[in-house]
């Protein structure tokens, strides 16, 4: 059930929300990487992201009592990704929880895999290693996927994931096309 969410999600974010954060086209994808940024860099998870989102979209936002509370706390952040590669298109969903997480690559032949990621700050960029790719859903290893290396940066527009690099050495920029909290 969890494969068809994510690509369910996936298909939804590359139909409605193509966001291209180099072209400094969306300021919400800018603003959601950003405090993603800062809470690693920080070492400090923030609510600001979620209250972005509710601004971004109009939500009527109800007023916090005592009888009601307003459940604002995030546990972490999807992404929807896109890179070119050397045989066709990589595409994937990441998710980070603090400075771990997951991302499930869809290569060109339609193969998925999952691997690890973890968050590190080095030399003041953001560097999500992966580790461990497997077929999705299985703990059979893939041994012809390197992992990835996407490294996170701060430019001129906000903060972004400017490029992936495997462990063979290999590089590509990347296409956010979705961001989103939970």
Not at 19 to 27: F, I, P, Q, V
Not at 132 to 154: A, E
């Amino acid at each position: 059930m969890k494969e068809k969410l994510v690509i369910f999600f996936f298909v939804f974010g590359c139909l409605f929300w193509h966001l291209d954060a180099k072209a400094g086209g969306s300021s919400l994808v800018l603003k959601i990487l950003g405090e993603f940024a800062v809470g690693v860099v920080t070492g400090i998870a923030t609510n600001k992201a979620q209250a972005m989102i509710d601004e971004e979209s109009n939500v009527e936002q109800k007023p916090q009592t005592p009888e009601s509370p307003v459940q604002t706390q995030i546990s972490g952040y999807r992404f929807n990704l896109s890179w070119p590669g050397p045989d066709g298109i990589y595409s994937g969903v990441l998710e980070l929880q603090g400075t771990v997480g997951w991302l499930r690559v869809v290569t060109p032949q339609g193969t998925f895999i999952d691997q690890n990621i973890l968050a590190q700050l080095i030399n003041g960029e953001i560097i999500l290693n992966g580790a461990n790719p497997q077929y999705s859903g299985t703990q059979i290893p893939v041994n012809f996927y390197f992992p990835d290396r996407f490294r996170v940066t701060n430019t001129n527009y906000g903060w972004t994931i400017a490029d992936t690099c495997d462990f063979s050495g290999w590089c590509a920029p990347i296409t956010i096309m979705y961001a989103s909290t939970f």
